[in-house]
């Protein structure tokens, strides 16, 4: 169940191929509107495939509640059918939004501000003073895309061109919040670890719990279509 755009039909794609190389069989697949505001119709024909997963991706901000929510009123149960996505349908505010009916939910993502290096604590809590909320995954890309301009602007002597900019980029690898990082100098695309995530209550809060994780990830669908 992917939204019906370039990232969602990457996700989609992308899955697919993978799934199907470890043995997976595809039982269905619908691509939805991008500002579709009622998933019911689109969870109640997963639901009646009887699947025994449903892949999710949805773009952040509204969405990923009202899927939610769409799961939770025609019954899907995550520890009945295994509900899996990317990181957008369970970032801190769609978990919160849906609370309990969020647990057993699974995930795969880049960043997730409970990640215990010293490295993130230091950004969360610097972006909490400043902004009064927790990271996500759009703050992390703002500042790795910083980092990534002035790191490129020091080697470039203060060369702005693109040529420039881009020869000084390739390559070049940092410690980033969400862990190591690098930028391919084949591709011009991140590698980065993606960590493997389960929603979990602890302490009394609902969080993304990573179990674990995949590292070194290049774009699997980089000159693919």
Known sequence: MVADYGPGIDAERGFQRAFKAAGGQIVGS???PVANP??????????DLNPESVFVFVPGGAQPGAIGK????????PNKIKILST?????ETAIKSLGDLALGRIS??????????KTNRDFVKAFNAEFKRNPDFFAVGGYDGMHLIYEALKKTGGKADG?????????MCWESPRGPICIDPATRDIVQTVYIRKVEKVNGHLVNVAFDKVEKVKDPTHGRK
């Open 30 to 32: 619908v691509r939805m």
């Open 163 to 171: 040529d420039s900019l881009v020869a000084a980029a390739k390559g």
């Open 108 to 117: 795969a993502w880049h960043y997730d501000y409970n990640l215990p290096s």
């Open 38 to 47: 009622d998933f019911s119709a689109f969870v109640q024909r997963a639901k």
């Open 87 to 91: 990181g957008e349908p369970v970032d």
């Open 70 to 77: 769409a799961f939770a009123e025609r019954g899907m149960d």
